[in-house]
Nanobody
Framework: QVQLVESGGGLVQAGGSLRLSCAAS????????MGWYRQAPGKQRELVAR???????NYADSVKGRFTISRDNAKNTVYLQMNSLKPEDTAVYYC??????????????????????WGQGTQVTVSS
């Protein structure tokens, strides 16, 4: 049906930059919001940034001014530009797409359905 594939994680020194990408594929008709969450060892998953299909954004206070989220609606892709990285940014970063409307083929005709999806996660490690 729908899959999210992330890329761009890795190891970087404090003060460095990384760019994450997440591409949604499948019989997608439209996506409401796309965002990035992260989960550090022993901590709960938290929202990092989210962007709606009208480009409205919101960020966690801890990343404001350092991270920028953007999306390409034509490619169903969301990006996270991370600058001035800190060791406390180390976590597994997960892509999320909410309100994904997609088509489901039936024996006679097509039906639409709506669901939320998660990517498999990509590791970001920031060394001090």
């Amino acid at each position: 049906q729908v899959q999210l594939v992330e890329s761009g994680g890795g190891l970087v020194q404090a003060g460095g930059s990384l760019r994450l990408s997440c591409a949604a594929s499948g019989s997608i008709l439209r996506i409401n919001g796309m965002g990035w969450y992260r989960q550090a060892p022993g901590k709960q998953r938290e929202l990092v940034a989210r962007i709606t299909n009208s480009d409205s954004t919101n960020y966690a206070d801890s990343v404001k001014g350092r991270f920028t989220i953007s999306r390409d609606n034509a490619k169903n892709t969301v990006y996270l530009q991370m600058n001035s990285l800190k060791p406390e940014d180390t976590a597994v970063y997960y892509c999320n797409a909410d309100g994904v409307v997609y088509s489901v083929p039936l024996a006679r005709g097509v039906q639409t359905a709506t669901n939320d999806y998660w990517g498999q996660g990509t590791q970001v490690t920031v060394s001090s």
